[in-house]
């Protein structure tokens, strides 16, 4: 099983890259917010679902690994399958957990392919069981993609963010003060 891949992108696709890593490309599917953030040339690094079926082998990458235990947890729901869950975790990762901890099925439905039928399962099956990882959250890891993709090095990121004002919360301004912090 692979579990964790690290190269340069290749190409970008609608929802999926492909990774060059030596000689071989990788084809992994990836939520929106990582496509929004990764360009051509870049270098990055996931942790990997590897979905195996008998006539499928997909990857599908994950900036964190609170990343992939939430897509691990969704598809544990039954009817929730690797590409319904992806739609899911399109929806921003801290939102998510957030909606299924409380209740919020209208939000859940706005995923791509996900009915009220499925959101309330899926609400049934893990709510109370899902944790915010303040450290880990998928704003943060957007925010070090965006600037490491800039040519900043994440020892440097994290030193600068570490002095942030606890107001400051989403992508923008997190670069934006790092940008102003230097």
Known sequence: MIAYLEGTVL?????N???KIS???YKIYVSNGILMTT???NDISFYIYQNLKEDISDLYGFLSSNELDLFEKLISV???GPKSALNIMNLGFDDVISAINTQDVTFLTKASGLG????ERIIL??????????QSSSIDQEVYLALESLGYERKHISEVLKTKPEN???IESMVKYFLQNL
Do not use: M, P, R
Not at 116 to 119: E, P, T
Not at 125 to 134: Q, T
């Open 11 to 15: 190409k970008t696709g609608v929802n």
């Open 17 to 19: 890259l492909i990774l």
């Open 23 to 25: 000689q071989i490309g």
């Open 39 to 41: 360009k051509v040339g």
């Open 78 to 80: 039954n009817k929730v």
């Open 116 to 119: 009220k039928k499925g959101a």
């Open 125 to 134: 099956e893990l709510s109370g069981k899902l944790v915010i990882d303040e």
């Open 168 to 170: 400051i919360g989403t």
